[in-house]
């Protein structure tokens, strides 16, 4: 990331200082206003989280009742009463991740919280923490990757120590473990704690006060279970914060502020019995007084961009430390200035998202202030209308801005590739326009498309534009006082997306576009020819080719037309349109269909619009919208729907946003491709499947690893092809599905292939297609899934071998495999129990065979 240097020369010297690169900009410049109407006297706190949509705060209202405010994008906030926190309660706690929000609070020196599995929409009835007369005090809560909610917090009765709570059933009711560091700590100790959750890993950093006020880490591997408390040092007291790597879980930071100045300490080996730790930064000229505010956060991003705000306790203005490299080099920088905090407890939050950073603060005048970009944004180019009101469009690759300066702009562009285009405003629910299309060559008199359809104005039109031809869209304000703003519009060819191929495999709908390709259920096959139209073959006892009968189809035979992409699950089918629209049918006893029962279905459902990705797992569904929000329904016994419980939905429910594409293995482990190709995982991992290192379910999306272009899963296994072409292989290895040589499982990704173009897989085999247009595989042979006229599994030792050559496409089922070869001829091998393999026959077939051709 690169930074400008600015010298500038003062009469006291050299001083250098920085300009912040593009995460850090916005966090010193972009101020929103989150809330208003907040307490401004001493005692107020602020709480910031992020679940899976929305970035959330808590904080107390001048009125002595406590609030939230919500924001899925931190450019529009809403705050709402929370009802069942009692009036004068004080709050002292937030944690949110995927679903789940939870706030805690004390009243009367008891400690309660109330939760929310919708994003904090509604919560539950106040529950218990701790008994009453304890005089307890929350110091951190945490959400962990398994949904399961870790509260850290101290009594202050006559035992003055540090305690830990836990609830596996969002929160509903909680075990307490007290005193649990009294194997290691003196009788007052717990203060300034923190608790981090990431990894499968719990870290807490706090001081023992009666013991030199030393600093000490825990750790916990086990969900709080057990832990390892480590002696780090002395220190003279002040406050602590915590950050833990967002990719390594054995590297964390601490940033210390007392009276000794700023430390900021770099731990390694941190999961060990014996931690290393070494000062990054210090400044002991920053010195707080007796009657100061000490102010400390630190978060690291997820380019590892570490980040430092402290309040400076001379100046009383927020300033902002940052380093690229580890802690080796630092950077500085104003943040805001002037701050009145008026207690010790005043409080302030920063959040990292992905790779920015959000920093709430209150402005000591009942405001609640967001530092940071607006979350999912892209940058826009902002154009201003001439004197006429007529604007000239440069570029279309890229959303951009229209200055409405008057109140009927005229935007006039041209295309470079003939095709059916979408122009759609961004911003119509904040800033209602009406626009409609023109071609002036022709006449001004004839709309040739508009977003008004005689009763309702929409955020969009579509029309099939042709190269060469000026045209000119006209956008009308619908609300005088919208004069002024910025309105963001994105002109999109569909086609032009649709058979978009990246440098690899980044999405099933994306790529494919208008070029054939073939598609694999667990027990049948499907071809989808280039203009649409869906064939297959096999297994159709729940209704899965959507045809009106339950019948086998023993050949290819000809289904729905005008598709993009077909993806099967063990017995329900998905269905993208090439107008982006996702119905489904099949199987519906775990209410994957979505039409509100669970009924099979033998027709197409329209489940939703604007769908660019869908997966299909045993009994639920993923799917990804055009605005990166990932939906889910289904079965979910295994978390696999990542809404943070194990309950079962029959409608879809949103449990993420800025996804790119969405994949699912042949059980119950989902996955989600973010936009900057970052991977996260949740449902079954029994078998390691989500590369984790551990072993239990995962209820909550959460990061696997990064620069993935695509997912195949198998019943326990999973293969990632990254950006760069080479794969890596997580889960069961019992059949060396792996491909790493041996058979022993693998509970983290390991790297086993390069120079990949695509890869898929079967229950126990694993096949990946080289750029050359051979196919390799890996793992069980049992049915003869090779190819190689043979049932005969390879030799442990062996990783991949040759298996087809010539092929385009390849997609695998339970232990069947279809193959479109460059020729356009259809291929298959292996299981054909149920006519998967189009050639009328059933049993087993160890030999390819040509049994379709395009």
């Known amino acids: 990331m690169n930074k400008r240097l600015i010298t500038v020369i003062c009469i006291v010297g050299l001083i250098t200082c920085y300009l912040p690169g593009a995460n850090l900009l916005e966090l010193s410049v972009r101020e929103t206003i989150a809330a208003t109407g907040a307490q401004i006297d001493a005692g107020n706190r602020i709480f910031l989280g992020r679940s899976a949509g929305n970035v959330v705060i808590a904080y107390q209202g001048a009125d002595g009742k406590t609030y939230l405010s919500r924001s899925p994008d931190n450019r529009t906030w809403s705050s709402s009463l929370l009802e069942g926190i009692p009036h004068g309660a004080y709050l002292q706690g937030l944690a949110a991740a995927g679903s789940q929000v939870v706030v805690g609070y004390a009243i009367l020196g008891q400690i309660f919280t109330i939760s929310s599995i919708d994003e904090g929409l509604n919560f539950s009835v106040p529950v218990a923490v701790t008994p009453p007369q304890q005089n307890a005090s929350i110091q951190d809560m945490a959400i962990d990757e398994r949904g399961v909610i870790h509260i850290m917090f101290h009594r202050h009765n006559s035992y003055w120590d540090y305690n830990y709570a836990r609830s596996e059933d969002t929160g509903k009711s909680y075990r307490t473990s007290l005193d649990f560091t009294g194997y290691t700590d003196s009788n007052s100790t717990g203060y300034s704690g923190c608790v981090q959750a990431a990894h499968g890993n719990l870290y807490t950093l706090y001081q023992d006060n009666n013991d030199a006020f030393a600093v000490k880490l825990g750790v916990s591997k086990d969900s709080g279970e057990s832990w390892t408390i480590t002696r780090l040092g002395p220190s003279s007291g002040g406050r602590l914060s915590l950050a833990a790597n967002p990719q390594d879980p054995d590297l964390l930071y601490i940033a210390a502020f007392n009276i000794d100045g700023l430390t900021i300490i770099k731990i390694t080996e941190a999961t060990s019995s014996s931690p290393k730790f070494s000062p990054v930064y210090g400044d002991g000229n920053l010195v707080p007084h007796e009657q100061a505010v000490v102010s400390i956060h630190i978060a690291i991003a997820q380019d590892q961009t570490l980040t430092v705000i402290y309040l400076h306790p001379v100046t009383g203005s927020y300033s902002l430390l940052s380093s690229h490299d580890g802690g080796n080099s630092w950077e500085k920088s104003l943040l805001s200035t002037n701050q009145t905090p008026t207690n010790f407890l005043w409080n302030a939050e920063l959040l990292p998202v992905a790779d920015e950073f959000l920093f709430a603060r209150s402005d000591g005048r009942g405001n609640i202030i967001v530092h940071g970009p607006e979350i999912g944004a892209k940058k826009v180019q902002v154009y201003t209308p001439d004197p006429d009101g007529f604007i000239e469009l440069q570029s279309m690759s890229e959303p951009f801005g229209i200055a409405m300066t008057l109140e009927m702009p005229m935007i006039l562009f041209s295309i470079p590739q003939s095709g059916m285009y979408d122009i759609t405003h961004l911003d119509q629910e904040t800033i209602p326009l009406y626009f409609a299309l023109y071609d002036p060559e022709q006449s001004l ?156 279905r033998l027709s197409l459902f329209k489940l ?57 293995n042949n059980r119950n482990s989902s996955f989600i491709l973010a936009s900057d190709g970052s991977l996260y995982g949740f449902g079954d991992n029994d078998e390691g499947q989500l590369g984790l290192g551990q072993q239990s379910p995962i209820l909550l999306p959460s990061y696997l690893t990064d620069h993935v272009a695509y997912v195949a899963g198998g019943s326990s296994h999973t293969l990632l092809l990254l950006q760069d072409g080479s794969v890596m292989a997580s889960g069961r290895n019992v059949q060396g599905q792996l491909g790493t040589g041996n058979t022993e499982t693998s509970y983290k990704f390991t790297k086993v292939a390069e120079r990949v173009k695509d890869i898929t897989v079967c229950d126990h085999s694993s096949f990946l297609l080289m750029e050359n247009g051979m196919v390799r595989a890996s793992g069980s042979n049992k049915y003869g899934e090779f190819g190689t006229d043979s049932t005969k599994t390879l030799p442990m030792s062996t990783q991949f071998v040759l298996v087809f050559e010539d092929a385009a496409d390849i997609s695998g089922g339970k232990s069947h495999v279809v193959v479109l070869k460059k020729d356009g001829t259809i291929w298959t091998t292996g299981l054909n129990d149920n006519y998967q393999l189009g050639d009328t026959s059933q049993g087993f077939r160890t030999k390819w065979r040509t049994v379709f051709d395009l």
Do not use: C
């Not at 649409?532 to 009968?549: I, P, Y």
């Not at 990932?630 to 809404?643: C, I, S, T, Y």
């Open 445 to 600: 008199d004839i709309i040739l498309a508009e977003n008004y359809d005689g009763s309702t104005v929409s955020d969009n039109l579509r029309y099939n534009l042709n190269e060469g031809i000026l045209y000119l869209l006209a956008l009308i304000i619908l609300d005088d006082t919208d004069l002024g703003q910025t309105s963001r519009f994105s002109i999109t060819n569909l086609e032009k997306e649709a058979t978009a191929i990246e440098q690899y495999k980044s999405s099933a709908p994306m790529l494919l576009g208008n070029e054939h390709h073939v598609a694999a259920g667990m027990f049948n096959s499907f071809v989808i020819s280039s203009s649409g139209q869906v064939f297959a073959t096999g297994l159709n006892s729940w209704g899965q080719f959507a045809d009106g009968s339950t019948e086998y189809k023993k050949t290819f035979s000809p289904l729905v037309s005008n598709m993009n992409d077909v993806v099967s699950g063990h017995g329900h089918t998905l269905y993208i349109s090439n107008d982006r629209i996702l119905y489904a049918s099949g199987r519906n006893v775990d209410g994957q269909i979505g039409d509100g029962t669970k009924q099979d």
């Open 608 to 664: 939703a619009d604007d769908v660019v990705s869908a997966a299909a797992g045993y009994g639920h569904t993923l799917f990804v919208k055009t605005d990166g929000s990932v939906w889910a329904l289904g079965a979910n016994n295994r978390g696999q729907l990542g809404d943070g419980t194990t309950i079962a939905k029959t409608q879809p429910v949103k449990i993420f946003d800025g996804a790119h594409a969405v994949f699912s």
